[in-house]
Structures are given as structure tokens and as C-alpha cells.
């Protein structure tokens, strides 16, 4: 029964994926784009590549807080239509408006554009809830990025 169990909730989690529905609730499709994030290559060596993935919505003045901020990465084509799973063991760091996806020995299969979610509360008493997202596009210069359509 356990292991019933553990396969219904895998087949739950990956019927969840491919819809793309995300944390907090989020569409990968949905939101108000306001502008785009940067990165930081940390250690060209092959035994110490890491990026970082910034969004920092304070940047976009426009909005008050953002909060509950969630990270997918776009498909090859940069469509949010069929978001990927973010490769490895990713660690996500947030602190206030600003959040910081690292992902641990990136290769070229990371390359793409990635996408974070987050929520502003507006209206009377900050009940209502508007999405706003930014694009933080990781294609180093260094490697030649071609997704794999060809």
C-alpha cells in the first residue's frame, strides 16, 4: 500500500509539472512582466562552476513588496508554454524583494532563460493579489548556446 502510495504521488507530481503549475499557485504563462534579472558566473573551473540567477524586484519601483517568489526555467524556444524542471540541486535564497537562484556546476544544459514569480497584495487592505514576473536570460558568452532543434 505505501508503495501504491509513493507511485500515485509521483504520477500526481509529474501530471502537475508538465501542466506547469508551480509554487504558490502561479502559471508559468501568467503575470505582468517588469524587467529583467542578471547573473554572476562564480568560478570558470570545471570543478567550481556555479551561477547565480538574480531577480531583484526592488529594482522595478513601480510595486510595493513582492512576496512569495518562485523560479522555472523557459523551454529552448523561450516559450513559457511548456516550462522545464530546473536541472541539479538548485538552492533559491530570498530576502525581502529579492531573490537568488544558484545552481551548483553549471553545464551548457542550463543554459535558457529562467523566470520568477511573485506576488504583490493590492487593493483595499492589500486583499487582491497581482502576479509580476522578470526573465533573467543565462547565455554566457563563453559557450555557444543552440538549443537542440536543429
Known amino acids: 500500500m505505501l508503495r501504491l502510495l509513493s ?3 509521483l504520477f500526481l507530481l509529474a501530471s ?3 501542466r ?23 568560478g570558470e573551473r570545471s570543478y567550481n562552476r556555479q551561477v547565480e540567477l538574480v531577480c ?9 513588496r513582492v512576496t ?17 524542471a530546473i536541472r541539479g540541486r538548485p538552492t533559491v535564497i530570498t530576502r525581502r524583494d529579492k531573490s ?3 545552481i551548483p556546476l553549471h553545464d551548457s544544459r542550463d543554459h535558457g532563460v529562467y523566470r520568477c514569480f511573485g506576488t ?15 526573465d533573467v536570460p543565462f547565455l554566457p558568452r563563453s559557450y555557444r548556446y ?4 536543429y
Open 68 to 84: 512569495d517568489i518562485a523560479w522555472i526555467k523557459l523551454d529552448d524556444y523561450g516559450s513559457c508554454r511548456r516550462a522545464e
Open 16 to 18: 502537475a509539472v508538465r
Open 56 to 64: 531583484d524586484f526592488r529594482r522595478s519601483r513601480s510595486y510595493g
Open 100 to 102: 537568488v537562484l544558484t
Open 20 to 42: 506547469g503549475v508551480l509554487d504558490f499557485g502561479y502559471e508559468p504563462c501568467e503575470g505582468r512582466y517588469v524587467g529583467n534579472g542578471y547573473y554572476n558566473l562564480a
Open 7 to 9: 507511485v500515485a504521488s
Open 146 to 149: 543552440a538549443p537542440d532543434f
Open 120 to 134: 504583490v497584495r493590492s487593493g483595499y487592505n492589500r486583499i487582491g493579489r497581482r502576479v509580476v514576473y522578470m
